[in-house]
């Protein structure tokens, strides 16, 4: 189902030192839709983390997000939790650049908790991320918001993302004489 409005957002691009556009300045964004009616829902930015988990802590509804406090938890072991323990299924859930939190194989890990949601507890996500990881989610539709081309759906292959980073992984020696002008 696609959302009721279009997201209004976009970024001024500019160039790397490697002619390509920058990469933080293009956002993409990852739908992935459900058939069934919504009964739960989650905005979660990675950056707000440590405010919701005192939060949390102050009124003391810490055992819906887990055994231990979000607090006493690593920044990405305590966004993990918070998924496992709050998303509850049937759901909406708006996740903000949530690989600022995870490392690659914790990227990999919400990946297998996503497909949980999607494909036996009917949920829906939203995600906005930079992640190849996270972007290569399989049958995700891909929108890239760009200042040059607006809103326009992209496969997989053609995000910058992807491309700069296979890039980088099989020559980062290229990159390094490029940044480093070696």
């Known amino acids: 189902m696609p959302p009721a409005s279009t997201p209004k957002a976009a970024a001024a691009t500019s160039t790397s030192l490697l002619g390509a556009p920058n990469p933080s300045s293009i956002q993409y964004f990852a739908w992935r839709a459900a058939p069934r009616r919504q009964r739960d829902g989650y ?75 999607v494909h036996q507890r009917g949920s829906q996500f939203i995600i906005a991320t930079h992640s190849p990881i996270l972007l290569a989610y399989p049958d995700a539709t891909i929108y890239e918001l760009s200042a040059e081309r607006g809103i326009q759906v992209i496969a997989y292959e053609d995000t910058d993302h992807s491309q700069i980073t296979r890039d980088f992984l099989n020559n980062r020696q290229a990159f390094f004489k490029d940044l480093f002008q070696t």
Not at 46 to 59: T, W
Not at 71 to 85: D, K, P, R, T
């Open 43 to 117: 905005f979660l930015r990675a950056e707000s983390l440590y405010n919701l988990a005192s939060n949390i802590d102050d009124l003391e509804v810490g055992e819906s997000y887990g055994d231990r406090s979000l607090h006493a938890q690593s920044h990405g072991e305590s966004f993990l939790a918070l998924v496992l323990n709050r998303f509850r299924g049937t759901g909406l859930y708006i996740l903000d650049e949530p690989e600022a939190a995870l490392s690659p194989i914790r990227q990999l890990s919400l990946l297998a908790v996503i497909d949980e949601h």
